[in-house]
């Protein structure tokens, strides 16, 4: 081929490896679904109104199944009686697949220091991101949702399972 051949093609032609358009596609269309438990759960309704808009970010379509979602947001407390409806949410969603802890209560049991109280959705399932504070801004979920995006970006099609997965131990896990 020679070098006039290749001028001529211009602006029309684009290169790259099949990983790369593919973790592009997935990173501007993530699919979450929204395990909401308290009141993080109301603060995450106004991330997605109009005010601030997650549909600027590709992830508008919130998903109610987890086999159809990609991005799990536990926003709330969780209970022990709670947590293996959480881990068989988790389980059930196809990879690759990401999670956030939103909120103090997620994060870290929030100020319920008691014995019903998970003290961290990290006991229970791998987390990705963690957004502090209560309530939590959605400036913060948004930066959060940006760092996932960037993770995405460098995920493998032959990868079969995630590094962070692989070695995870729950106290939930057998």
């Known amino acids: 081929m020679g070098l006039e051949e290749e001028l001529s093609l211009g602006d029309s032609v684009l290169v790259t ?22 009141c993080c759960g ?8 109009s005010k601030h808009d997650i549909s600027r970010f590709g992830a508008e379509v919130v998903r109610f199944s987890p086999r159809q979602a990609d991005l799990l947001v536990v926003a709330g ?3 022990y009686k709670q947590a293996p409806i959480l881990k068989k949410i988790y389980d059930q969603m196809p990879e690759p697949k990401w999670v956030i ?5 997620a994060c870290s049991g929030g100020f319920y ?12 399932i791998p987390v990705d991101e963690y ?22 970006k460098d995920e493998r099609l032959s990868q079969k399972n995630r590094q ?11």
């Open 17 to 38: 490896k099949l990983d790369t358009a593919v973790n592009w596609a997935r990173s501007y269309s993530m699919w979450p679904m929204v395990f909401g438990t308290a």
């Open 113 to 124: 220091d008691n014995y019903t109280t998970v003290q961290g959705i990290d006991e229970i």
């Open 164 to 174: 962070h997965n692989s070695g995870f131990k729950g106290f939930l896990d057998a």
């Open 77 to 79: 407390t969780i209970s």
């Open 101 to 105: 802890s939103m909120g103090a209560c």
């Open 131 to 152: 957004i502090a504070g209560c309530p939590p801004r959605p400036e913060a979920f948004f930066e959060s949702l940006m760092r996932i995006q960037e993770k995405s």
């Open 42 to 49: 109301i603060e995450f309704m106004s991330v997605a109104a």
